[in-house]
């Protein structure tokens, strides 16, 4: 699909649990190219991603590598230029289509633990900028602080709104995001 049109910058999310607070695009560029979102917690302090990177890496037999301090990149949310999105999107397909026994979170963790110094690279982190909070490292009680809801926005410790927030649904605003989604279709 990307190969059939040209945008200059392009966002690719999950569909079901991705709530827009403000446009992503908002979130400044600086001179990167490929925005990724931390989890805001390390592979260790998630039994799912330590069992889903070891299932990966059991197919690489002699290429294993310890993973356990590696901070978690959530798949589910990704901002860049166009070019660079489309290289991320063939170079993610190449190697999701070669594991069957873990999820596409694993493949790109792997990927990205070879990335990290990658200038054309950001790694958003939910305790220190506000493109995107997750609902797993505030279920799992890893930020480092208590965010808020102001005017039906979810703020940062400096009552910024996060332009995204994904995996909403796993945390205590669930309800009231529900009852603001509902009142606005009545």
């Given at each position: 699909?990307?190969?059939?049109?040209?945008?200059?910058?392009?966002?690719?999310?999950?569909?079901?649990?991705?709530?827009?607070?403000?446009?992503?695009?908002?979130?400044?560029?600086?001179?990167?190219?490929?925005?990724?979102?931390?989890?805001?917690?390390?592979?260790?302090?998630?039994?799912?991603?330590?069992?889903?990177?070891?299932?990966?890496?059991?197919?690489?037999?002699?290429?294993?590598?310890?993973?356990?301090?590696?901070?978690?990149?959530?798949?589910?949310?990704?901002?860049?230029?166009?070019?660079?999105?489309?290289?991320?999107?063939?170079?993610?397909?190449?190697?999701?289509?070669?594991?069957?026994?873990?999820?596409?979170?694993?493949?790109?963790?792997?990927?990205?633990?070879?990335?990290?110094?990658d200038s054309k690279y950001y790694f958003s982190n939910p305790?220190?900028?506000?493109?995107?909070?997750?609902?797993?490292?505030?279920?799992?009680?890893?930020?480092?602080?208590d965010p808020i809801m102001k005017n039906d926005k979810i703020?940062?410790?400096?009552?910024?709104?996060?332009?995204?927030?994904?995996?909403?649904?796993?945390?205590?605003?669930?309800?009231?995001?529900?009852?603001?989604?509902?009142?606005?279709?009545?």
């Amino acid at each position: 699909y990307l190969t059939s049109i040209q945008y200059e910058n392009v966002f690719i999310s999950d569909s079901r649990d991705v709530l827009f607070q403000n446009s992503p695009f908002n979130f400044v560029f600086e001179n990167k190219k490929l925005i990724l979102s931390q989890e805001g917690f390390l592979h260790k302090d998630s039994q799912f991603n330590m069992m889903d990177q070891l299932n990966l890496q059991k197919e690489l037999r002699e290429n294993f590598e310890t993973f356990v301090d590696w901070p978690v990149i959530n798949a589910g949310v990704v901002l860049g230029k166009y070019q660079n999105i489309l290289d991320f999107c063939f170079l993610m397909w190449t190697n999701c289509i070669t594991h069957y026994n873990c999820t596409d979170q694993a493949v790109l963790n792997f990927l990205m633990s070879k990335a990290k110094k990658d200038s054309k690279y950001y790694f958003s982190n939910p305790n220190h900028d506000n493109f995107c909070l997750t609902g797993e490292v505030y279920k799992e009680k890893f930020l480092t602080f208590d965010p808020i809801m102001k005017n039906d926005k979810i703020l940062d410790k400096n009552e910024r709104i996060y332009s995204l927030f994904h995996q909403w649904d796993r945390t205590k605003f669930a309800n009231s995001i529900l009852d603001r989604k509902s009142t606005r279709l009545n």
